[in-house]
């Protein structure tokens, strides 16, 4: 199903999209070394109860993983890039850590994701979320009414391998409104000029992600966390954006 929103239900996903990117830098804020990934989860699902807003991870329970994945955030460490499953453990120094998160307000969703290093960062690891970030920037300079979910992917792949990172095509941006994840799909490398074309009141997210050696992902015994097959760092951008008359309006900025 591909939704186009009506011009209040778009205003409806600024709140979501909002409360989502406030929740993630405040967790950011929160998150030391030693901190738990239990306990981030558990602030999560406190952050949105006081919102007022749904947790779409709960209860999600599709085909790729184990269900119902049970928790509130995804929570990436190092060499996990997609779907963590928040544990029991402490992360250490230097911990490459990405923080996945959708909720849905007032019946609208929407998804973000951001990848930092926890204390000492590794050049190495900085380069990675880095790339990540041009190319969400690049994806999302691309977007807008006439362009095709091609452009996006190519603009995306473009940064990605430009920066010398293979790119996984298993999993990429998607449709997003009513429901977390819906068509069109936006894989994360492309040719230009292919796919559905764009119009106002389409949601995207976008989400850029990489492994530093491999394009091939391996599955936790979890059912749920993906990592690189070769124990490779990884790192993952995620913002949702609207598709308006003017352009594209990144709506999982924080307050």
């Known amino acids: 199903m591909i939704e186009i929103l009506t011009p209040a239900e778009v205003d409806r996903a600024r709140r979501t ?3 989502v990117g406030t929740i993630l830098q405040t967790l950011r804020d929160r998150t030391r070394v030693g901190t ?3 306990e ?9 109860e006081d919102a007022g807003a749904e947790s ?5 329970a599709p085909s790729f993983g184990r269900g119902p994945f049970g928790h509130h955030v995804c ?3 190092n060499d996990a890039v997609l779907h963590g499953l928040p544990h029991d453990r402490a992360l250490a120094d230097g911990d490459l850590l990405t923080l996945d998160l959708a909720v849905s307000l007032d019946g609208i969703a929407a998804d973000a994701a951001i990848s930092f290093v926890v204390g000492t960062v ?16 690049a994806g999302i300079a691309a977007a807008r009414p006439g362009a095709r979910t091609g452009d996006l992917s190519h603009a995306i792949g473009t940064v990605l391998e430009d920066a010398g990172y293979p790119v996984n095509v298993e999993f990429g941006g998607h449709g997003i409104g009513s429901t977390m994840h819906q068509d069109p799909h936006v894989s994360n490398t492309g040719r230009p000029g292919r796919g ?3 119009r106002p009141g389409l949601l995207l997210a976008l989400e850029p992600w990489v492994m530093a050696d491999t394009d091939v992902l391996v599955t936790d015994p979890d059912g749920w966390t993906l990592r ?11 913002h949702t954006i609207a598709i308006t008359e003017d352009g594209a309006e990144v709506l999982t900025l924080p307050r």
């Open 56 to 60: 779409c991870y709960v209860d999600y």
């Open 122 to 137: 590794d050049p190495a690891d900085a380069a990675l979320i880095d790339a990540t970030e041009r190319a969400l920037a």
């Open 228 to 238: 690189s097959a070769t124990g490779a760092r990884t790192a993952h951008t995620e």
């Open 17 to 19: 999209g909002a409360l």
């Open 40 to 48: 981030i989860d558990r602030w999560t699902k406190q952050l949105i």
């Open 196 to 198: 559905y074309t764009l």
């Open 36 to 38: 738990n990934l239990l």
């Open 75 to 77: 929570t990436a460490v």
